[in-house]
């Protein structure tokens, strides 16, 4: 049933016996605002703005004014609808757009909405299909200012958007950091010519050359050389070919290298040279390889060329050529390696088809104003990249009715760098890249399965009253485990795959059916548990030397961070021994030497003056809050530190929200005068971190609480927690002291850092003077 | 500019002597084997007479014939009449054949007994290499094996000093933008350093040439003569490079390629590209019904313009690109005594820009449709900064440096280049930057 794509397809015939499944695809158009269109050669892509509605979970504080009772707990949770922004991206053969039309017509409740903006070359010849079908007037922007604008959007607000591509390599797919700042770059659109154009700023760009041997040559050109019609074909072909039979190389002339020059004897002279002094047939297969090697070479060598001219080393590339072909991306990156002796990396971008439709999107909704925002990958909702490789899977991608989404939500907070890295540019947040270890993956994604039945089960405990959350969690089950699957075989499908990235899909995907947060009741009762024991710990401190108390504290804090859903081993004995306690938390630990032990250094250091302010990242709810981290930033404030606690803005496990501390720190205040006093004179704050991670990404954090960073003349960073100290940010490098500290409650990972389970992690870190400086 | 005036090579560079006859220089190209071969004209009598019967076989077979075998072509119209070099007066005739016949070549040489003549024959190109084993065991020769770049330089400078049988060898297009208009002009290489020397053989390298003896290789492309002939005798199944001119002279490109008004309805304004501008090199391609109709002179034609285009393309980003040698210009003054501790100041980028490209190589031979080409994507892309020059024998500058190599391997050189007139250029080019460039740098200048 599914046509053969292609741009030179004379009448539009369309498929319509598809039947499109709503849950799937065009998601969200009951509330659908602001289209935009993006019509290639053969991918149309769509995109809109809507609104989620869906349920989060909020605490509210009692008043405990008036009455107080023992059996009371202290906060009520309520489940409440919220709506947030979302854009939906949704790409597919040119083939369908008469049913997407109609589907979306029928579909589209709004009607607020007028126009739709479009570009790309296809956006005239389908003009008038889409005016009748949608009522709405196509409004066309310029095609290179849409790309600009997509590009700095996606490099913007997408981690790992763009990477390097190596064919031979453990993972072909090297993601890049997030660069605080992405100008200038040059991008070369490859379509059926070559645009290269310089970016320096969100709206300042310039076409500073072009080629018109592209994308169009080759196609054209190999049709006409092949009899083969369709450019995927062509490349297929290509992949199977062998170049060295058509092409006249260095050695078919010198009989070996051109020494002098360091020309090697396998390097192509002249391309196609042996069609000329020879009568014999040649294989479709080499031609076409041929074909590949010589645009590739001569687009690459242009870029060089343009590169050094405006002395840029940042190139991306983009355009149908490119479009997540292995094989164009491999020829590309060898081209430019070779003209400029490695000194330029080629780099390629995850959502190259979108930008186009994302530009035009954004140009239709510059008065919303969507650049002052932060936006964030939904993994739930997005397909990630797929592996377009011919050689895996040719049917699949010959005839494809696949439709293929990208999914951002508005995120509430404005994200920026921690002041306090040392070096944003090279800061990874990730400790292990899954993408490239293997091992690591395998027993990862092991892991998340395995799990999967505790959590479904969870997250239906959380909503009881609900008759319908089995059915829910059911599907929830089926989406995370198709993710995981996907994974299985596409670890680079959404970046780099790390333990984060994990957990934040998985988050993302029961948010997607509405359980905001399966731990809400669990925490509150651990909360609620944990509070009563507040005093007698803090006074069971009083009786203790300096020395002694500085050690219990720490023990404290690490014994409360045993306590923690997000590990298998945990939870396994919190579920079948709820009177589990601190004490004993504390006998699991480990004995010093701590696997890694900087304990002494730390006391040493506390001897000498106070730190000026200490941020503190905190991890789980109930025990590791209230019994681990209060009585040890109590010594702290005591000390004369200033002290700002940041925590999730969402909720993420039994990770402790900062709407949950802000109740709690109350609580804590009207026991304790030492909170009391540090919260009155604002020596003590809570900010929020931005994320819904139990992962910490130090890039990305609320800007509020970077201002708080700054202003305060923070000295000390203290990150707690499995998730944020060893998953991430293990190896970040602080322009200030820092501690990470974390209980290894899994005994793959500990084994891995050369321990057992419930190892220790204390690690302290003094910048040398000079880092210290910047 | 002031205008200086070349060193004549043939008089400067080479003393008197003998060198044994018969005197060859050749270079053997990927797809064209290049022959030059003097003949000498003021044989004496008494030469006549003790010339052994070979070298006259040879002499009456090259001389007499224009057609060597099936596919030896002698380029009569290029021929130097009355040269003297070497003490010596005679014509330099020019031979091509293709590079697959050289095993047949070969032979001859075995057949003819060239070895018992006891000369050196002197060879480039990439040829030199590959068919050095076969010249040795087949017909008993050894070759002096020469860099291909060295030749292609000092041949080129050679046979611009002495000139076209009276006229310049070099020629430009006067209004190149203006295809009613362009007419092909004489002109003197007065100015000749720094240039761009693109040699558009099967393959095609680009040389940043500061000097007569300082060059850089700056970059090349597989995209060539080779490439257009290739491309040509799939597409249209031709097979010879005077056919496939033939047909792509008939041609129309823009029924193959795409242009800019094809897919923008005219200009696109954004950006300043005019609608007349190729987007997409074999773009209309991509359209079966397209494909299907199209005809061989029309697809001929857009290869010749496609490869044409991207030379001239990264010939003009080299140009930009390439700082020019500053070393070269300081050079020059040491000559001039400028004590070496006077820090000179940085010679800006402006003045060191190549304004001339000079293109070369037996792609263009015949091939006036990319001359103007080139011509105009120069003129019109650099907004009129940049003149490319041309070479009335295009493709033989490689063997005339084997063929002066052979002269000067025997006998020494008397000399070389005189620095003056090199350095006096760099001087007068140093002096119009300083006036520009930095009031200061004019203390420089007090030394002369």
């Known amino acids: ?774 | 500019m002031s205008k200086i005036t070349l060193p004549a090579y043939a008089n400067v560079y080479i003393s008197e002597g003998k060198k044994p006859f018969p005197w060859f220089g050749m270079d053997i190209g990927g797809t064209l084997v290049k022959l030059v071969y003097f003949e000498p004209k003021d044989i004496t009598a008494e030469e006549e007479q003790e010339e052994v019967e070979n070298l006259k076989s040879i002499r009456r077979y090259l001389t007499s014939n224009t057609a060597y075998g099936k596919t030896g072509v002698r380029d009569v119209h290029l021929e130097l009449r009355n040269l003297t070099i070497c003490g010596r007066t005679g014509n330099l005739h020019f031979i091509r054949f293709p590079t697959v016949a050289m095993h047949r070549f070969i032979q001859m040489g075995r057949d003819k007994h060239f070895s018992s003549l006891h000369t050196t024959l002197c060879a480039t190109g990439g040829g030199a290499y590959k068919f050095e084993n076969d010249f040795r065991t087949m017909a008993d020769l050894e070759l002096l094996k020469l860099d291909e770049l060295d030749c292609l330089i000092q041949g080129l400078l050679y046979i611009d000093s002495v000139g076209f049988n009276g006229h310049p060898e070099c020629y430009y297009f006067e209004n190149p933008s203006d295809t009613q208009n362009c007419i092909k002009r004489p002109c003197c290489l007065d100015n000749l350093f720094p240039m761009l020397l693109v040699n558009i053989g099967s393959g095609v390298s680009i040389l940043a040439v500061n000097e007569k003896d300082s060059y850089k290789r700056v970059t090349g492309t597989s995209l060539g003569g080779g490439t257009f002939l290739g491309l040509c005798c799939l597409l249209t199944g031709c097979e010879t490079f005077e056919e496939a001119l033939e047909m792509a002279s008939k041609g129309d490109s823009t029924n193959v390629d795409k242009l800019v008004k094809d897919i923008y309805g005219g200009d696109y304004q954004r950006f300043g590209l005019q609608g007349s501008a190729v987007a997409s090199s074999f773009g209309h391609m991509m359209s079966k019904e397209k494909r299907d109709s199209i005809s061989k002179e029309d697809l001929a034609r857009a290869t010749l313009v496609t490869i044409t285009n991207n030379i001239g393309s990264i010939a003009r980003m080299c140009a930009v690109n390439e700082p020019g040698d500053q070393a070269a210009l300081y050079r020059a003054f040491r000559v001039y005594r400028i004590p070496s501790e006077q820090k000179l100041p940085t010679i800006s980028r402006e003045y060191m820009k190549i304004e001339r490209v000079v293109f070369v190589g037996n792609f263009l031979r015949i091939n006036t449709v990319s001359t103007k080409l080139l011509a105009y994507a120069m003129d019109f892309w650099s907004k009129g900064q940049l003149k490319a020059l041309f070479l009335e024998h295009e493709g033989y500058f490689g063997a005339v440096g084997a063929f002066l190599e052979l002269l000067k391997s025997a006998k020494v050189r008397r000399g070389g280049v005189k620095p003056d007139s090199l350095s006096m250029q760099a001087f007068l080019l140093c002096q119009a930057m300083y006036h520009v460039t930095s009031p200061k740098s004019c203390l420089a200048f007090e030394y002369f």
């Open chain 1, 1 to 774: 049933m599914a046509l053969s794509g292609g741009a030179d397809r004379g009448s539009h015939s369309m498929d319509k016996s598809i039947t499109l499944p709503p849950d799937e695809i065009f998601r969200n158009l009951e509330n659908a605002k602001r289209f935009a269109i993006d019509i290639g050669g053969s991918l149309t892509k769509l995109a809109y703005y809507s609104t989620v509605q869906h349920k989060v979970a909020k605490v509210r504080s009692f008043d405990h004014s008036a009455k107080e009772t023992d059996g009371d707990p202290l906060y009520e949770i309520s489940v409440q609808e919220e709506i947030t922004a979302r854009l939906h991206f949704i790409k597919f053969e040119n083939a369908y757009i008469e049913t997407c039309l109609d589907f979306i017509k029928d579909h589209l409740v709004n009607t607020e909405t007028k126009v739709i903006k479009a570009t790309g070359g296809g956006a005239y010849k389908f003009k008038d299909l889409i005016e009748k079908k949608l009522k709405l007037k196509v409004d066309k922007e310029d095609e290179m200012t849409c790309l600009i604008k997509g590009c700095n959007f996606v490099l913007k607000n997408i981690p790992h958007e763009a990477f390097v591509y190596a064919k031979h390599a453990d993972s072909e797919f090297r993601f890049q950091n997030t660069h605080p700042d992405i100008f200038p770059y040059l991008l070369i659109n490859i379509g059926s010519g070559v645009s290269i154009v310089k970016v320096e700023a969100e709206d300042k760009f310039e076409r500073i050359g072009g080629s018109s041997i592209g994308g169009g040559t080759f196609w054209g050109l190999g049709a006409l050389l092949t009899k083969t019609k369709r450019f995927d074909e062509l490349l297929q072909l290509a992949s199977k070919g062998q170049h060295t039979n058509v092409d006249m190389l260095v050695k078919d002339i010198y009989g070996g290298a051109y020494g002098s020059l360091g020309l090697t004897g396998d390097l192509i002279a002249s391309s196609f040279g042996k069609s000329a002094t020879t009568d014999k047939e040649f294989s479709k297969e080499d031609m076409a390889k041929s074909l590949l090697h010589m645009i590739s070479n001569d687009i690459g060598q242009l870029a060089c060329l343009y590169a050094k001219l405006h002395n840029l080393t940042r190139v991306y590339f983009g355009g149908f050529f490119i479009r997540g072909h292995p094989v164009t991306m491999h020829t590309i990156t060898y081209s430019i390696n070779f003209f400029t002796k490695g000194e330029v990396q080629a780099l390629f971008l995850r959502h190259e088809g979108y930008l186009g439709a994302i530009g035009a999107f954004l140009k239709g909704a510059e008065e919303d104003n969507p650049n002052q925002y932060s936006w964030g990958e939904n993994y739930a909702g997005s397909s990630g990249l797929m592996s377009v490789s011919p050689d895996l899977n040719p049917v699949q991608r010959a005839r494809s009715g696949t439709f293929d989404m990208l999914e951002m939500d508005r995120l509430e907070r404005q994200l920026v760098n921690l002041p306090l890295l040392q070096d944003p540019t090279s800061y990874i947040p990730d400790t292990v890249d899954l993408t490239e270890d293997a091992l690591a993956r395998e027993y990862w994604l092991y892991c998340f399965e395995e799990a999967l039945d505790g959590v479904v089960k969870r997250a239906i405990a959380s909503q009881k009253d609900q008759p319908e959350a089995a059915e829910r969690a059911e599907k929830f089950r089926q989406k995370y485990c198709h993710k995981l699957q996907t994974l299985r075989h596409q670890p680079f499908a959404y970046g780099s795959l790390t333990v984060r990235s994990l957990l934040d899909t998985r988050e993302h995907c029961l948010n997607e059916f509405n359980f905001p947060d399966p731990y809400s009741k669990i925490k509150q009762k651990e909360n609620d548990m944990a509070l009563k024991y507040y005093l007698k710990v803090v006074k069971s401190f009083e009786e203790l030397s300096w020395e002694q108390r500085q050690f219990t504290l720490v023990k404290g804090l690490l014994a409360g961070n045993v306590f923690d859903w997000g590990a298998k081993a945990v939870s396994d004995v919190l579920e079948s021994d709820p009177e589990f306690g601190f004490e004993q938390a504390k006998q699991q630990l480990q004995e010093r030497p701590w696997l890694v032990d900087a304990y002494n250094q730390w006391i040493e250091r506390l001897k000498g003056p106070p730190h000026k302010c200490a941020l503190f990242f905190v991890d789980n709810s109930g025990i590791d809050i209230i019994l681990g981290v209060f009585p040890f930033i109590r010594e702290l404030l005591i000390r004369g530190t200033e002290v700002v606690l940041a925590s999730n803005s969402g909720p993420a496990l039994n990770d402790v929200t900062n709407s949950e501390l802000q109740i709690l720190t109350e609580r804590i205040a009207a026991m304790d005068p030492v909170i009391h006093t540090a919260l009155k004179e604002d020596r003590l704050a809570l900010v929020q971190n931005g994320s819904s991670s139990p992962c910490l990404d130090l890039s990305r954090l609320d800007k509020v609480l970077a201002t708080v960073v700054r202003e305060r003349g923070t000295d000390l960073v203290i990150i707690e927690g499995m998730g944020r100290a060893i998953h991430t940010n293990y190896y970040a490098m602080l322009s200030c002291e820092s501690l990470k500290l974390a209980v290894i409650k899994n005994s793959w990972l500990a084994e891995r850092l050369g321990g057992k389970i419930f190892s220790v992690v204390f690690k302290y870190e003094v910048p040398s003077k000079a880092q210290g400086q910047h």
